[in-house]
């Protein structure tokens, strides 16, 4: 079944940042903007505005989703201006907003041209973007969006404000330049790897601003946040168990994806994503179950099955004639089943390990 608009944005709203701290380093490109203090205050603000935003889009999705295809049900990375058009197209609207955008001298508002709307993007389709902001509280003056077809061009000033929180104003100034800055191309922030379209401006990763080293465990934690305590503490203390033994954890964001992945050497052993399609799952990498079937018919007889079918393409290994998300590993749902197997998982991973 395909995921809707509304799907999407439920997907959206958890995999913004919900952990910013109060203070965190800055990195001087940005303090031609505004100062530490206004610019932290103003993503806080932005971040804020993102759920608000989400919040809309699930209440009022099914009016703006005019999808021309559907994602693959097996596939992690969606691409929004391919699959959710009229998100992409907010977007767009956003960025060019807080990229051209002037800050007033009271940082109140936001002064901005015709040239924030993509040439690329139908008028209609502009308006109609115009207007949903307008339901997220933003103020637009300059345009008459009462006009069944106001002429952009002839908008050579427009203001923008958002009475609510103002700083948000300068939080999304920061964030877009941070979007252009980092998330149009390949890009490595120690474990954290940006891939182009990483979508740093609709999570509001606070993280590219920063002028320090961000540890991965504060990735993991936010990333998991969704879930229940009890999950929770298991991924963190797997995530432990495994840096112990010598595995390194990366992580890797493309288009609202989220990939933590557990590797020694070059091999990935384990991971984590968090998709739309796939939700938050396990996925474990193991070629070696043909060395330890002793250890494998102590396991529950839900993950014998599993490891009994294998994994891989299913078309390659001439069990399936189309995909069957086998390349993926094999996959658990991070829900509180997974306490249930949670031995069993790590019996398995120790084995494994001990077969490299």
Not at 269 to 289: E, M
Not at 290 to 298: G, S, V, W
Not at 337 to 345: E, G, K, P, Q
Request: charged share 25%; glycine share 6%.
């Amino acid at each position: 079944m395909r995921k809707t608009l509304k799907d999407m944005a439920k997907h959206l709203k958890n995999v913004i940042t919900s952990e910013i701290p109060e203070t965190y380093t800055i990195n001087p490109m940005f303090e031609n903007i505004s100062n530490k203090e206004d610019i932290r205050e103003g993503v806080l603000a932005f971040r804020n505005f993102l759920y608000r935003f989400c919040d809309v889009l699930i209440v009022e999705g099914d009016s703006y989703d005019n999808h021309k295809k559907i994602a693959h049900v097996f596939d992690d990375r969606v691409t929004i201006s391919v699959y959710y058009p009229f998100l992409h197209n907010v977007k767009c609207l956003l960025l060019n907003i807080g990229l051209h955008g002037v800050l007033t001298e009271s940082a109140e508002s936001l002064t901005v041209g015709n040239n924030i709307f993509n040439t690329k993007i139908p008028v209609s389709k502009s308006i109609q973007c115009l207007r949903f902001l307008t339901d997220c509280g933003i103020l637009i003056d300059g345009i008459d969006l009462n006009d069944k077809k106001p002429d952009l061009l002839k908008a050579e000033r427009i203001n923008i404000s958002y009475p609510d929180h103002p700083a948000m104003l300068t939080g999304l100034k920061v964030m877009a330049t941070a979007e252009i800055e980092f998330g149009t191309n390949v890009n490595k922030f120690k474990a954290i790897s940006y891939c182009r379209f990483s979508d740093i401006l609709l999570r509001c990763d606070y993280r590219v601003l920063k002028n320090d080293e961000t540890d991965v465990i504060s990735i993991i934690k936010d990333t998991m946040k969704p879930l229940s305590a009890n999950v929770q503490d298991f991924i963190l203390q797997l995530h432990q168990r495994y840096l112990d033994k010598g595995l390194k954890c990366n992580v890797e964001i493309k288009d609202l994806w989220i990939k933590i992945k557990y590797s020694y050497k070059s091999k990935e052993i384990w991971g984590i994503n968090v998709s739309l399609n796939n939700g938050y799952q396990i996925n474990i990498k193991a070629k070696n179950t043909h060395k330890y079937a002793d250890t494998i018919e102590k396991f529950p007889s839900s993950i014998q099955e599993m490891i009994e079918k294998g994994y891989g393409c299913g078309i390659k290994r001439g069990i399936s004639d189309h995909c069957n998300g086998g390349c993926q590993g094999f996959r658990f749902s991070l829900d509180d089943s997974i306490i249930d197997i949670r031995n069993a998982v790590e019996a398995w991973l120790d084995t494994e390990l001990s077969f490299i």
